[in-house]
């Protein structure tokens, strides 16, 4: 799944180094551990969408800023 998001070097430029290891970790898990590979594309594109914008998965941002 890493090769979807290094394909867009800005996305992996925020995944990289942007995020504390421990973001990206839980967001690896986020999108591996989806049952169905619809969800897992489905997340991966929510991933990249984030990272192009310079922000978190949304389950992972702060609520209010």
Same mark, same amino acid.
């Given at each position: 799944?890493?090769?979807?998001i290094k394909a867009n070097e800005k996305?992996?430029?925020y995944y990289q180094? $942007?995020?504390t290891p421990y973001t990206r970790k839980a967001t690896n898990h986020w999108?591996? *551990?989806?049952?169905?590979? *619809?969800?897992k594309e489905r997340r991966m594109k929510i991933l990249i969408e984030s990272s192009l914008?310079? $922000?978190?998965?949304?389950m992972y941002r702060q609520k209010g800023k």
């Open positions: 799944f890493l090769n979807q996305a992996w430029d180094n $942007k995020l999108v591996m *551990s989806a049952k169905r590979e *619809s969800t914008e310079g $922000k978190k998965i949304p």
